[in-house]
């Protein structure tokens, strides 16, 4: 049986508009609800199916190990056994449950480990980063200064680290480093290196050269004595430097320098 229904939205065309809709049977209406049915306990199954897997994989990454460790960063004093060492007692934990942040502690202890950064890589793998402290100078014969004039001091001795030995009273580390870079900026240019460099508690420099040369820089103008020595060095010292012991910047208008007293001088002197 068709049920007919017409559209009376418009009037004014040439006749009314038809609309046929079909009257669905017993047997479609039962096939739509088994379909339904159908899909709802499919969806379900999928649902708990999920779940199980969901639970499963939680478990799976929750016991999951740290299988391998690798080691990022440029390492010159740090080895990778010191690396191990330090995270050996961290890593019989789960991935989820390691704690980098003891991790990062105790790597740190290290005085040649500046900074460090740690990941973890799924499935099984600890990413750290290594970032390790640069000596630029000694302090005094046990300590290590960074370009930044922070201390460290490593635990192995510093008797194969060739570098410059500054000193100063305590508390001045930042001001002796920054002067050092000044100095070694001017000096190097002349062939020349520092060997020491100390502050004393009047505020006045003094600086030895790796040819075992004396300089007496002075408390005022340190920087300004310097380039001017720097500048002449070459023309008027370059020439005679195996024969000179030091010299005294501490002068308004000029350089004292003071020879040394070579074996045939001295023989001569005893002689007269």
Do not use: C
Not at 82 to 88: E, G, H
């Amino acid at each position: 049986m068709l049920n007919l229904f017409f559209n009376k939205k418009s009037t004014r065309g040439r006749g009314a508009s038809l609309k046929v809709v079909k009257k669905s049977s017993p047997l479609t209406v039962h096939f739509l609800l088994l379909k339904k049915a159908v899909l709802v306990v499919l969806l379900g199954s999928l649902l708990i199916l999920l779940g199980l897997n969901s639970r499963t994989l939680v478990n799976d990454i929750n016991q999951q190990r740290v299988e391998f460790i690798a080691i990022e960063g440029s390492l010159r004093n740090v080895t990778e056994n010191d690396i191990k060492t330090a995270v050996f007692d961290f890593i019989n934990q789960s991935m989820v449950a390691i704690n980098l942040l003891a991790i990062k502690d105790s790597l740190e202890q290290n005085a040649w480990i500046k900074t460090v950064s740690l990941r973890r890589k799924w499935p099984d793998t600890l990413i750290i980063n290594v970032t390790e402290e640069v000596a630029i100078a000694r302090w005094g014969s046990q300590q290590l200064l960074n370009q930044e004039g922070a201390l460290f001091l490593p635990s192995a001795t510093l008797a194969q680290i060739n570098l410059a030995e500054l000193s100063g009273p305590s508390g001045t580390e930042k001001r002796v480093m920054q002067q050092y870079q000044i100095f070694n900026q001017l000096l190097y240019p002349k062939n020349l290196r520092i060997a020491r460099l100390n502050l004393n508690s009047r505020g006045a420099w003094f600086m030895q050269l790796s040819n075992d040369t004396h300089v007496a820089i002075g408390s005022i103008k340190a920087v300004e004595r310097l380039r001017r020595f720097a500048a002449v060095y070459e023309v008027l010292f370059a020439s005679q430097i195996e024969s000179i012991e030091g010299f005294d910047l501490r002068y308004e208008d000029g350089i004292a320098v003071k020879h040394k007293i070579l074996m045939n001088d001295a023989l001569l002197s005893m002689q007269g």
